[in-house]
């Protein structure tokens, strides 16, 4: 992103990096909206680890009268990643798929890299899994008692 907005400041155009997680996501989940609009047209991967934007999917195929196993929607996480959103999406009916990047170590790397910055940032959803697995654990303990 660094990049690409020094490119653009370099050659005088508009950098086409979102300026912010906001943005981003506001933009993401308008295309969602528009897809479901066009599912006579259009298929879906929505291959994120965002919670809201997952949710909000299920609320779009809902209030567009499609049912959770569409084939032409699919809901992805990365592998390893998000489980608890992938899990329940499933155990709803939802068709979910794990996605594992693959190719040149040199162009999967940044890839893993920014995944995994995105994780662990204060917003990221590692906290979130921890407190679900330590929540789980806490359970399991309860139930050997």
Sequence with gaps: MEKERERAARLGYTSPIQPNKESTDSDYNAALKYCVEHI????IFNGNHNEYSARYLTE???KNDLQNNDSRIWF????GMSDHISFTL???????AKYLPYGPVKHVI??????AEENTSVKGQTGCELSLIARETKSENRLKE
């Design 40 to 43: 006579d047209r259009i298929s």
């Design 76 to 79: 992805s996480q990365p592998f």
């Design 90 to 96: 499933s155990d709803s009916g939802y068709n979910v």
């Design 110 to 115: 940044p890839y893993l890299v920014c995944r």
């Design 60 to 62: 779009l195929m809902v």
